[in-house]
């Protein structure tokens, strides 16, 4: 019998393009790294020389697939959707989705209509609320961004073109995940997300990793009543916008009050530690949930009594570097078991300043001791890429 083939595309799928192979599905991906440890089973087909949601459509015509999935910045993007899907069955929100969840002003004002908590946002002269922008401390924000690239204080000039203002809140970062069809949503983590740390090679609000804990764990502060907010923030959102498939939701935990600030209506950077440490196939239920109407029987409060935390973290390079033989990394792990390392580039990549190299992942008996693990490994990959700067510099 013969395997569905799905076709991933996304600035980073191997997360996702494993998921799915796991589950049974035959896979080709298209990226902006081809990294060497993608599946065995899946085709990997970097785009070059610069990823975009338009050269990664451009990339997929002619590739023969029984469904396509999207991935991180096609969110941003609904004509690439378009050019994605023609012809094809799209397991993921449609572009006129998109075009709704992703609008700032729209999804603020309908979260506060249903009772849920969300920060101010001001555009173009318009804004949620009669007072202007000058009131309080606001974020800058490019519309069409992802990961916290390009975030940065207002200082009271007029926002960039493309951009918008946010209030900044102040607080704990964190992402609910959740999988949704038909107006109804199933939640399936919620992680502390790791924002802008050194030592991880990240600066300002750039996303550089999260971790998963258990409930006991309190990495919010109030961690029951916060659960309860962002489960029917989940389900305002599916109910309002109509959400299909995997999707998260982005939050800083205030007071014990989550706010929402931005809706990733595609698979997310956290999915994988939901697999990890639940035993969920997310991909799966992203199928399920796409082609057939279902949602997963699945109770993420009991899950969420699981003792200990998992976590990655995004590694990026302090300085320009070309990637030596990364090879030894993938002998770190077995399948099967937590990997250390992933993502791991080919050697003879060039990488720049403040680009990520790699991604690393730890286990621990709660957010600190996870955390600790994570940077431990952190700076030994940072060790190792100095070496490798310092042999570029040589030759």
């Given at each position: 019998m013969r395997r569905e083939r799905v076709l991933i595309a996304g600035v980073s799928t191997r997360a996702a393009a494993e998921s799915a192979s796991r589950f049974g599905f035959d896979v080709t991906a298209i990226d902006a790294f081809a990294d060497i440890d993608q599946h065995p089973l899946v085709q990997a087909l970097p785009v070059s020389p610069r990823f975009t949601a338009d050269a990664a459509a451009k990339a997929a015509r002619g590739l023969e697939c029984d469904a396509v999935a999207y991935l991180s910045t096609f969110e941003n993007h609904p004509r690439a959707v378009e050019a994605l899907m023609a012809g094809r069955a799209l397991w993921g929100n449609p572009p006129e989705v998109l075009r709704r969840v992703r609008n700032p002003i729209a999804l603020t004002e309908t979260l506060r209509r249903r009772g849920c908590p969300a920060p101010d946002v001001f555009r173009n002269g318009q804004t949620s609320v009669d007072a202007g922008p000058r009131d309080r401390r606001w974020l800058a924000k490019p519309r069409a961004s992802g990961g916290g690239h390009g975030l940065r204080p207002w200082g009271g000039?007029?926002?960039?073109?493309?951009?918008?203002?946010?209030?900044?809140?102040?607080?704990?970062?964190?992402?609910?995940?959740?999988?949704?069809?038909?107006?109804?949503?199933?939640?399936?983590?919620?992680?502390?997300?790791?924002?802008?740390?050194?030592?991880?090679?990240?600066?300002?609000?750039?996303?550089?990793?999260?971790?998963?804990?258990?409930?006991?764990?309190?990495?919010?502060?109030?961690?029951?009543?916060?659960?309860?907010?962002?489960?029917?923030?989940?389900?305002?959102?599916?109910?309002?916008?109509?959400?299909?498939?995997?999707?998260?939701?982005?939050?800083?935990?205030?007071?014990?009050?989550?706010?929402?600030?931005?809706?990733?209506?595609?698979?997310?950077?956290?999915?994988?530690?939901?697999?990890?440490?639940?035993?969920?196939?997310?991909?799966?239920?992203?199928?399920?949930?796409?082609?057939?109407?279902?949602?997963?029987?699945?109770?993420?409060?009991?899950?969420?009594?699981?003792?200990?935390?998992?976590?990655?973290?995004?590694?990026?390079?302090?300085?320009?570097?070309?990637?030596?033989?990364?090879?030894?990394?993938?002998?770190?792990?077995?399948?099967?078991?937590?990997?250390?390392?992933?993502?791991?580039?080919?050697?003879?990549?060039?990488?720049?300043?403040?680009?990520?190299?790699?991604?690393?992942?730890?286990?621990g008996r709660d957010d600190a001791a996870c955390h600790a693990s994570l940077v431990d490994r952190a700076e030994r990959v940072h060790a190792e890429i100095a070496q490798w700067v310092r042999t570029s510099r040589v030759l």
């Open positions: 000039a007029p926002p960039p073109r493309g951009s918008y203002l946010q209030e900044w809140v102040e607080g704990t970062p964190g992402s609910l995940v959740f999988v949704a069809v038909g107006g109804h949503a199933v939640p399936l983590g919620v992680s502390r997300q790791l924002i802008g740390e050194h030592a991880f090679g990240a600066a300002g609000w750039r996303y550089c990793g999260s971790i998963l804990a258990s409930s006991s764990d309190s990495q919010f502060g109030g961690d029951e009543g916060i659960s309860d907010a962002l489960w029917t923030h989940a389900r305002v959102l599916a109910e309002e916008f109509g959400l299909v498939g995997v999707n998260g939701v982005d939050f800083v935990a205030r007071c014990g009050v989550p706010y929402a600030v931005e809706v990733n209506p595609r698979w997310c950077a956290s999915m994988e530690l939901v697999e990890l440490a639940y035993g969920l196939s997310v991909f799966g239920a992203h199928a399920a949930a796409c082609r057939a109407g279902t949602l997963p029987d699945f109770d993420l409060k009991r899950a969420r009594r699981r003792r200990g935390a998992v976590g990655k973290a995004v590694v990026y390079a302090r300085h320009d570097v070309m990637i030596g033989d990364a090879r030894a990394w993938l002998s770190q792990h077995q399948d099967g078991v937590l990997r250390e390392i992933r993502d791991i580039p080919r050697a003879g990549q060039r990488i720049r300043t403040g680009l990520p190299v790699c991604t690393v992942f730890a286990e």
